[in-house]
């Protein structure tokens, strides 16, 4: 049969049911199967990628090895399945009519008036798939929920490859809410039915529903979605609350999950796949030998899907250390009273991630320094390096007014814009005012690390790694030789050593600050060495203390 098989999931009712977790855990279970699974992501919103979004609104942006910014899913992908995302991975409304309107420009088109359909649809369809190897299943997962307008040229185009590609090489799963009535005691399927009625009205007939749920679903319910939403009753799988994401492949394999996908194919599912690793992880996760607590200092604590790869991380590095991390989501404005940084006493670690803007900042800078003096480890990333940097150039460099061109031009500009670097063998360029979107220093680049460096030894004595960046400020060479003499060592820098990747105090039990993001390459199977050097520390720090 030719390769690769598609599966469309879509999402019906309310948002937030997790497709993404949903998506994520069916390709592992696929894989567990020994499959090559891809998965995509399609969203529906004008933004040509969401760099330009803030985080409170959208959630991380989650960058990928080739520079791409995109949708948070992309991390559980990768962190599910272990398969790097790549740019063409993820496509948005915005994208693809950048795209169609550009042809539309050159003239491509041959006088043709231009359509949705077919011309918005086509680019949807060769979008889906594109830059595709030798995969046995590609998961496509469309955003938003059914029934939004703008969602309806993607509905349009994955009904099409639905014909095109016929059944057996196309799949599309519903995912919906059966919610709970308490003074009636009941799980509700109507909902449900509405949800696949307006599925059905695009043209498209689910052929597996995942219900979420917060209890059981009785087997009269189940038996009535499946006679009412024209679906095998096995096909009905429900997708229960569980206490971490990590379990999710186990509770769809429980519910024959991979199973009813392979049989719609027609593939043999009579061997069953080994779900020991993630056995592993989940009971690791439940019974840890202790706890740490440490305080991540950020700003936009409100919507926690912003620091989405920031929280697996420490919970990964947590199963590395068999403890559970007990993340303090603190908002750094807290800290701009100078009392209230003592707050910070009862922490075992501190953390300040990535950040934009000059909001806030003053707090991250207390909580550093606060972390150097008392000794408390500490986890600079991106912004939270350049905090840290600030921090030790104002009170060890006789700096006072030292910081970032990001907020003003700076008469000590200890952080400043990047205009000119290398890319490989090449030079990348930028200009000061230019656009904001796409135009940040993105994607992996390699650094070098110093021997005997507290960095060095985390990645287990590998003198080259390679990390994912996403910023427009760096820190200034120019200081280098004043923050050295301060006690600042600068353990990585860009292989043509002009740009500081990472840095770290001398005589600290653990400070480091690192100018890219870790955490989008952590797994649950294969936790960051900085994370589980991170988690470490603190926990050294809470046997102390
Ligand atoms: N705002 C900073 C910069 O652009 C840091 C970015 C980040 O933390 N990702 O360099």
Known sequence: ?????????????????????????????????????????????????????????????????????????????????????????????????????????????????????????????????SDLGDEDFVLVEIGGTVGDIEGLPFLEAIRQLGNELGRERTLFIHLTLLPYISTSGELKTKPTQHSVKELLSVGIQPGVLVCRADREIPEGERRKIALFCNVPERNVIAGLDVDTIYDVPIAYHAQKFDRVVLEHFGMDASKEPDLSRWQQIVSRIRQPESEVKIAVVGKYTTMLDSYKSLSEALIHGGIANNVRVNAWWVDSEVFESEDAVRKLEGVSAILVPGGFGERGTLGKIRAAQFAREHKVPYFGICFGMQMAVIEVARHLASMPGASSTEFAPQENPVVGLMTEWMKGNQLEKRAIGGDLGGTMRLGNYSCHLLKGSKARAAYGDQEKINERHRHRYEVNIHFKAALEKAGLIFSGMSPDGQLPEIVELKDHPWFLGVQFHPELKSKPFAPHPLFTAFVRAGLERSRLV
Do not use: W
């Open 1 to 129: 049969m030719q390769k690769p098989r598609f599966i469309f999931v879509t999402g019906g009712v309310v948002s937030s049911l997790g497709k993404g977790i949903a998506s994520a855990s069916l390709a592992a279970l696929l894989q567990a199967r020994g499959y090559k699974v891809r998965c995509r992501k399609l969203d529906p919103y004008l933004n040509v990628d969401p760099g330009t979004m803030s985080p409170i609104q959208h959630g991380e942006v989650y960058v990928t090895d080739d520079g791409a910014e995109s949708d948070l899913d992309l991390g559980h992908y990768e962190r599910f399945t272990g398969v790097a995302a790549k740019q063409s991975d993820n496509i948005t409304t915005g994208r693809i009519y950048l795209n169609v309107i550009a042809r539309e420009r050159k003239g491509d088109y041959l006088g043709a008036t231009v359509q949705v359909i077919p011309h918005v649809t086509d680019a949807i369809k060769n979008f889906v798939k």
